[in-house]
């Protein structure tokens, strides 16, 4: 099984920063990719941002774009999104996932977090 912690969420005002991370652990033979996903109350679930951990190929949502940076430590497993000039809409719930696999033969899985609270409000 494959556990993702995620730290960093917390209150800013609009315009400011914060920097969340997902650190990966459990029987992992190899990660694929790490992304994150929001969910607003009332809203859907919705992609954010994906990172491959191998070759760093990056992709996000037209919301984020120019905003939010995901960025990975292969070493630590861990992956990282520093989220600048946020907004009100930005609030949510954010959820690290993760597509590993547990073992040389077995397919790859889909992992989560179980959340970090970003909330955004003057």
């Known amino acids: 099984q494959v556990q993702l912690v995620e730290s960093g969420g917390g209150l800013v005002q609009p315009g400011g920063s914060l920097r969340l991370s997902c650190a990966a652990s459990g029987s992992i033979f190899n990660i694929y990719s790490m992304g994150w996903f929001r969910q607003a109350p009332g809203k859907e679930h919705e992609f954010v941002a994906r990172?491959?951990?191998?070759?760093?190929?990056?992709y996000y949502a037209d919301s984020v774009k120019g905003r939010f940076t995901i960025s990975r430590d292969n070493a630590k497993k861990t992956t990282y999104l520093q989220m600048n000039y946020l907004k009100p809409e930005d609030t949510a719930v954010y959820y690290c996932n993760a597509v590993a696999s547990t073992s040389v033969v077995g397919p790859p899985n889909n992992s989560w977090g179980q959340g970090t609270q970003v909330t955004v409000s003057s």
């Open positions: 990172i491959t951990l191998s070759g760093g190929i990056t």
